[in-house]
């Protein structure tokens, strides 16, 4: 083909040979060919699947090519108007192992139809008055690329000899067992036509404003276009007019990675206007594990719970006995452990216990302070002696983590009361004691989560 661009003009009485002729065709066929090759991207345009099935009725199944339809490089138009044998091509192909091959077709012409009788020129071999245009099929190994590393010229020149100027299209691949037949067939890699185009207009415009929520069809507006399988969307996206986004203005500041900046070049979707979902909306809530997938439901309530504190109360008795010794205030303390198994990742370092006194059983310990004709319970050390300290009752707690991998916290409770006495002074060892058999001690813990 050539890169002028000519076509015919005519006039009356004007002698045409069979250059006119040819020129007048090649003009319509460079234009088809450059509109399908600049329009269109090259690729598959329909069919032209491996499959397995009945090729001929009552024929055993065999793998072929389905009917369909393809554009190459140069804007060659491709058909294959019906089912076409694999397995001829393998021979055709000098197939002569077993393995994985890649299957390709390609554009092909060849000359046919010879003059009539008695219209041939003299002296001249091979006349023919027809191209006739069909398809090849090769079958290469799985690592092959037939192509040049670049496309042709979208507007430069689309050659029509395939002879010279050969283009394959990858159609899939076939598995060859060691009987040298093909045992199947996948559509793997495949390259389809692509549009080359800013906008995309529906030929039906509507007149009035689209309700989104009537009840007249919602889904099938006046206007719209309709895409029928998966849609991949490498830019970004903008339904309805676009707006400002100012990033200084963003609370809490996004997180700029990958890349360093916000907001990523790729995959931003902005909507001025509302959304309508049925169905779920996914989206990642701990950064920490960045594999887990959270409803968005799911993902505020994850999030709620690990902003919000953790809080555990409740109320325990300490029991009180005697004791070999005091401690050095002269009182006596008695213990309790209560496991605390939190929900949320916590900051050690925010951890809070608080405890109180919510109850108190005395004992007797003796003496004639007991009110007549009641049993005694307790008797509390009243004689004043201004060397001893006051009677009192405290109450502590602490929080530690176990150590046995189970994420569960300790918390020890302590309740101290003294001045402690030996009741018995006379007896020995000593058995220091206290007018209480038991304290129940009420706390309040507060586990702060980690941010």
């Not at 197939?95 to 002296?123: F, L």
């Not at 069909?134 to 395939?162: C, K, R, V, Y």
């Not at 549009?195 to 929520?213: F, G, K, S």
């Not at 109320?315 to 939190?342: E, H, M, R, W």
Request: glycine share 8%; proline share 8%; hydrophobic share 35%.
């Amino acid at each position: 083909m050539s890169t002028e661009i000519e076509r015919l003009l005519y006039s009356e009485r004007q002698y045409l040979g069979s250059f006119d002729f040819t020129a007048e065709q090649t003009y319509h066929l460079e234009m088809r060919r450059r509109l399908s090759r600049v329009l269109h991207l090259w690729g598959i345009v329909k069919g032209l699947e491996l499959l397995q099935g009945e090729v001929a009725q009552g024929a055993p199944q065999q793998f072929y090519v389905s009917e369909g339809m393809a554009i190459d490089a140069y804007g060659r138009e491709i058909i294959v108007p019906a089912k076409h044998l694999l397995s001829d091509e393998l021979s055709t192909n000098r197939i002569t192992g077993a393995g994985t091959y890649a299957v390709w077709i390609g554009y092909t012409r060849e000359p046919t139809t010879p003059p009539e009788s008695g219209y041939q020129r003299c002296g001249v071999q091979n006349q023919f008055t027809r191209w006739r245009e069909s398809f090849e099929i090769m079958i290469t190994s799985i690592s092959t690329n037939p192509n040049p590393a670049e496309d042709p010229d979208q507007l430069g020149d689309l050659p029509d000899d395939p002879v010279k100027y050969p283009w394959w299209i990858h159609l899939g691949t076939i598995s060859v067992d060691g009987t040298l037949a093909i045992s199947s067939a996948t559509d793997v890699h495949r390259t389809y036509i692509g549009l080359c185009a800013q906008r995309i207009v529906a030929p039906r415009h509507a007149e009035t404003d689209y309700n989104i929520l009537a009840a007249n069809k919602p889904r099938d507006p006046l206007t719209s276009i309709a895409i029928r399988d998966n849609l991949f969307l490498k830019q970004n996206l903008i339904a309805g007019n676009d707006f400002a986004v100012d990033p200084q203005k963003i609370e809490p500041p996004p997180i700029a990675s990958p890349p360093t900046t916000f907001p990523n070049p790729t995959g931003n979707i902005k909507i001025a206007g509302d959304i309508f979902l049925q169905g779920n909306l996914y989206t990642h809530c701990d950064l920490a594990h960045p594999d887990l997938w959270l409803n968005l439901d799911q993902c505020i309530r994850a999030r709620i719970k690990n902003l919000v504190p953790e809080v555990f109360v409740g109320t325990v008795p300490v029991k009180f006995a005697a004791l070999p010794s005091q401690d050095s205030s002269g009182a006596i303390s008695a213990k309790k452990n209560v496991t605390i198994t939190p929900q949320i990742v916590v900051d050690d370092s925010l951890n809070q216990i608080t405890t109180s006194i919510a109850g108190i059983i005395g004992k007797t310990l003796g003496g004639s302070t007991a009110v007549a004709g009641r049993t005694p319970r307790a008797q509390i050390f009243a004689e004043p002696d201004e060397g001893k300290p006051p009677f009192e009752i405290l109450t502590s707690g602490s929080l530690s983590l176990n150590n046995d991998g189970t994420g569960t916290y300790n918390a020890l409770l302590t309740c101290t009361i003294g001045p402690a006495r030996d009741p018995n002074p006379q007896d020995k060892p000593a058995s220091f004691d206290v007018p209480v058999d038991t304290v129940f001690i009420s706390y309040v813990i507060v586990l702060s989560p980690k941010q």
